[in-house]
């Protein structure tokens, strides 16, 4: 994996995850992840062109992005950013790591208090350059996301 070195305003933003079903009887679970200034990112970044082979189009027109975001068990996605903000819709997951574009670990499933509560939908501003690593050896990793034009 390249690693970039960029010297971008981002923000560390926490997402407080919430189970889409039966979310009043659960605790709800952050999430940190990194945004910023999405026209300072490198067009070459975005996810469907970075890591085309994780980031499955959908649909797309004028308004919105859709896509299947998969990542096999062990697999590593290519650095990339997403520009827009957005709905994730997680079906599938065990543990992960998401790292930023310097390859510093942003979040780590294992840290949670508990196993994510699947499936599970959740809110992004813009998502400043990063990497998922799926660490489980069985398990894929597998979301849609839903990307707001503006």
């Known amino acids: ?30 999430l940190l992840y990194q945004t910023g200034d999405p026209t300072e990112w ?17 649909l797309e027109n004028e308004r919105v992005r859709v896509f299947e975001v998969t990542l096999a068990p062990g697999e590593l996605e290519n650095l990339h950013h997403h520009r827009w903000p ?6 599938e997951a065990g543990h992960f ?6 390859g510093e670990v942003i979040f780590d499933s294992r840290e ?3 196993p994510l509560t699947l499936p599970l939908t959740m809110w992004k501003d813009p998502e400043a350059p990063h990497s998922v690593e799926n ?8 979301l849609l996301r839903v990307e707001l034009k503006q």
């Open 42 to 58: 490198p067009p070459e970044l975005d996810a469907v062109i970075a890591a085309p082979e994780n980031h499955t189009v959908l």
């Open 97 to 102: 790591i998401d790292r930023n574009a310097d």
């Open 135 to 142: 660490l489980s050896t069985t398990q894929r990793l597998r």
């Open 1 to 30: 994996m390249t690693h970039f070195n960029l010297l971008l305003p981002i923000t560390l933003t926490m997402l407080v995850l919430v189970p889409t079903v039966g979310a009043q009887d659960q605790e709800a679970q952050p």
């Open 112 to 114: 949670m208090s508990g």
């Open 86 to 91: 957005s709905v994730l819709h997680i079906t």
